[in-house]
């Protein structure tokens, strides 16, 4: 009984461990989300990443009449690494370039959430890729922070 109390509890534990709900990773932003969104992309381009795209989703459903809260979402990458990827499992091109979700929920908390890089590499089975894994996780948590402190 305890075996399997402890088994549970390892399984539980290993399930949630850099995987954090789906797969994404939500960071709390001390700023809003006008100005998180700014200042993830000035990171980004500091960092050397391409920015391929900023949508306001928000304002984009407003200029239709439908309101949502506020959001927005960064589209972002590197060839030297995605091809990296690319390369070990061509179907994690489907979730590359990567993203970033800027938004607001119902308190007006703004959070930054984007695909764990180590949902991703289970997702498309990426083998023989742990180092190219752990740069790109390492990279990733850092650009959010800056942007969200």
Excluded at 23 to 37: D, N, R
Excluded at 66 to 75: N, P, Q, R
Aim: net charge positive; charged share 20%; proline share 2%.
């Amino acid at each position: 009984m305890l075996k399997k109390a402890l088994a549970v509890s390892l399984l539980l534990s290993i399930s949630s461990y850099g995987i954090a709900e789906d797969g994404l990773i939500h960071v709390k932003s001390q700023h809003s989300v006008a100005v998180t969104t700014d200042k993830l992309v000035k990171v980004l381009s500091a960092k050397g990443m391409t920015v391929f795209n900023r949508i306001e989703h928000s304002k984009a459903a407003e200029q239709i009449g439908v309101t949502i809260g506020d959001s927005a979402l960064v589209i972002f990458g590197n060839p030297k690494i995605g091809s990296k990827l690319m390369k070990c499992a061509a179907t994690v091109a489907i979730d590359l370039p990567q993203k970033a979700l800027i938004s607001a929920d119902d308190k007006q908390q703004v959070w930054i959430s984007y695909n764990d890089p180590k949902y991703l590499q289970q997702r498309h089975q990426i083998k023989g890729c742990d180092e190219v894994i752990a740069k790109v996780s390492g990279a990733l948590s850092k650009f959010v922070e800056a942007a969200a402190n």
